[in-house]
């Protein structure tokens, strides 16, 4: 397999330095020379930047592993303490049908929250513990990060633990 990176990688000074030709090298010419070169090494240098973030997002996708360091990369860099559980999957208990009215000592019977269920809830759930300093504008990026690398279909709640 080719390496890629050889083909992206062009030292300007270089090039401009062997481009002149031995009694013309100067100081001058080649500060001139690299100020007309200039416009390209600046989108040089963002093409740089672009294929790094593109090859970051190649490599990682919506596998548990692969999220999670997406999540702690981004947020929690030296703690790496960002984890993604399954979500709750709790049966549903019926207790008495709405019609009937009737209702039922539950005795030991856990009642949940609405989305803790298995046909309604969410299928993952990110957990953030709450020593993650996070603001409003993370929450919202890391939302949009999970939505970004989760499978279709999927649901998620980010849940912030203590």
Known sequence: MPDYDKLFNIGYDRLIMESIPGFKRKPVTF?????????????????????????????HDGRVFSLRAVL???????GRRISIADAFAFDRTFIFRTD???????????????????????????????????????????????KYYKLAGKRFLIYRTI
């Open 72 to 78: 702690n990369d981004r947020f929690d860099t030296v």
């Open 31 to 59: 500060a001139w020379l690299r100020a007309l070169c200039s416009p390209f090494i600046l989108l040089y240098n963002r093409l740089q930047v672009r294929r790094a973030a593109d090859l970051y997002n190649l490599v």
């Open 100 to 146: 009937e009215n009737k209702p039922l000592y539950t005795g030991t019977v856990a009642l949940h929250n609405p989305g803790d269920y298995g046909d309604t809830g969410v299928d993952f759930i990110v957990n953030v513990p709450s020593s993650v300093p996070l603001s409003a504008q993370d929450l919202v990026e890391m939302n949009a990060l999970v």
